[in-house]
């Protein structure tokens, strides 16, 4: 009898084991703050071939960083605060070079990055073009269009770092001291954004405030 109860109790814990485990993970990983479940990006959104997408950016008739990149690129994801916005686009047909490249061909920035640990960024008028490769989907580029009041509000200098010089910042962002004064809010309230992940990994300081919308499409190829 004493190993029959042994079995049932044995039982009854293996049972709950596995209800906790995959009964319930959909709801916990959904209710966490700024992060997706890895396989919301499963189905990402198709693309022209590499030489279609070069020849449009090229021959685009844009007038903004902002239409030449809404046009040529499918939207990802789009990240909204009450101090600015930053849509995120990709390429999987691109490297990150051939994307600089071929944006700054087609319209020049103010300033132009160097390349460090695979990103890079393009200065225009009211907007930063951050272009990085992912580091959840391999061979993916993220191309985040963010507004100048975005970067200003949100970012943490610290991504900055060996690619803008300080009073370079400061100059495009008319702030004076912007990186030190930034630096000192950030390292103050660890709330600052570092950087656009696929997965919720928005924030250096990791407190989830800053989240995306999820809301992904438009760009050429959606709805194929």
Excluded at 7 to 25: K, R, W
Excluded at 36 to 56: C, F, G, M, Q, V
Aim: charged letters at 25%; proline letters at 4%.
């Amino acid at each position: 009898m004493r190993e029959f109860g042994g079995m049932i109790v044995v039982g009854v814990i293996a049972v709950i084991l596995l209800f906790t485990m995959f009964g319930n993970n959909d709801d916990q990983m959904r209710g966490m703050s700024g992060s997706y479940t890895e396989d919301t990006y499963n189905d990402l959104p198709d693309e022209p071939s590499r030489a279609e997408i070069l020849k449009n950016v090229k021959d685009s008739k844009a007038n903004s960083i902002e239409q030449l990149v809404q046009n040529n690129f499918p939207l990802l994801d789009t990240i909204r605060t009450d101090q600015g916005i930053s849509r995120i686009y990709m390429t999987r047909e691109l490297t990150l070079p051939e994307v600089a490249e071929s944006l700054k061909g087609a319209i020049k920035p103010v300033e132009v990055s160097e390349q460090v640990e695979s990103r890079q960024a393009l200065i225009y008028p009211e907007h930063f073009v951050i272009i990085q490769e992912s580091q959840e989907e391999p061979g993916l580029v993220t191309i985040e269009l963010a507004s100048d009041q975005f970067v200003k509000n949100n970012y943490s200098p610290g991504f900055f770092e060996g690619m803008l010089a300080y009073y370079i910042l400061d100059e495009v962002l008319d702030v004076d001291d912007w990186f030190k004064k930034r630096k000192r809010s950030c390292q103050k309230t660890g709330d600052c954004y570092g950087g656009y992940g696929m997965y919720g990994s928005y924030n250096s300081g990791g407190s989830g405030s800053l989240r995306g919308s999820s809301n992904r499409g438009g760009g050429p190829g959606s709805g194929k």
